[in-house]
């Protein structure tokens, strides 16, 4: 599996940004996925994750009620819906897949490049 991050830029806080996911491999229906991010200087983190089918959904609290993960298989691209950013959210976003769901970086064995997500204040 083969991931390829997308959809990072520069917003104004308050403002909203979608990242994609897109994966190669018919294997990356059956994983789950997840999104982290790094800030400079910063351990990475977990923001959300999703499972392969889509019907459970995990948050950090940190962007609980902000941010909304999810898939769409047929289409081999996970998505993760950004809303009322914050400067805090700035980061490296980096998504990834694996066998299970979860908010450890261990457990995902595929990985995409990152994609980075500047919030103005």
């Known amino acids: 599996v083969q991931l390829q991050a997308s959809g990072g830029g520069l917003v104004q806080a308050g403002g909203s940004l979608r990242l994609s996911c897109a994966a190669s491999?018919?294997?990356?229906?059956?994983?789950?996925v997840g999104w982290f991010r790094q800030a400079p200087g910063k351990e990475r983190e977990f923001v959300a994750a999703i499972s392969w089918s889509g019907g459970s959904t995990y948050y950090a609290n940190s962007v609980k009620g902000r941010f909304t993960i999810s898939r769409d298989n047929a289409k081999n691209t996970v998505y993760l819906q950004m809303n009322s950013l914050k400067p805090e959210d700035t980061a490296v976003y980096y998504c990834?897949?694996?066998?299970?769901?979860?908010?450890?970086?261990?457990?995902?064995?595929?990985w995409g490049q990152g994609t980075l997500v500047t919030v103005s204040s």
């Open positions: 990834a897949a694996g066998a299970v769901v979860s908010g450890t970086v261990s457990l995902y064995d595929y």
């Open positions: 491999g018919r294997a990356f229906a059956s994983k789950a």
